[in-house]
């Protein structure tokens, strides 16, 4: 009787360890709102007003530089998706008038290099897409 009790309370701490194993949350790269990368989870990623990039995802090369750091790269990727398109002036927009645009890269957003996401961005970007306008600048 006392071998059989041994062995639930084994028994059953080995699933409570298991359980405790299978519940943990996956840590991953964590983009937070300075731009800045950190390991952490999902969860503690969105306390943090981050965008979680994914379990296992790492820091090195940093996921999170925006705008590409090398000046080689024309902004108005706003959508961050790859090229400059209809929809990186919907993203502009939405940051712009709705101020919905926290984890953003406002470099992108911010076409003419002015220091600031408004209307003159949108403007800027409409006029290089359908009017043959100047290309957004660089990055920096």
């Not at 701490?13 to 964590?30: D, K, N, W």
């Not at 790269?73 to 706003?78: I, L, T, Y």
Request: net charge negative.
């Amino acid at each position: 009787m006392r071998k059989s009790v041994v062995i639930s309370v084994a028994l059953v701490m080995a699933l409570l360890s298991a359980g405790a194993v299978m519940s943990q949350e996956g840590t991953g790269a964590c983009c937070k709102p300075d731009s800045g990368c950190s390991i952490m989870t999902a969860s503690e990623c969105a306390l943090v007003g981050g965008t979680y990039k994914g379990d296992g995802t790492s820091c090195k090369p940093n996921p999170c530089d925006c705008c590409g750091a090398d000046g080689t790269e024309m902004r108005g990727n706003a959508d961050g998706i790859g090229g400059v398109n209809v929809l990186d002036i919907l993203r502009i927009i939405r940051c712009a008038f709705f101020m919905d645009c926290l984890n953003d890269c406002k470099l992108e957003q911010d076409v003419n290099a002015s220091g600031s996401v408004n209307v003159v961005d949108i403007t800027y970007l409409v006029a290089y897409l359908f009017q043959s306008g100047p290309p957004p600048a660089m990055c920096p």
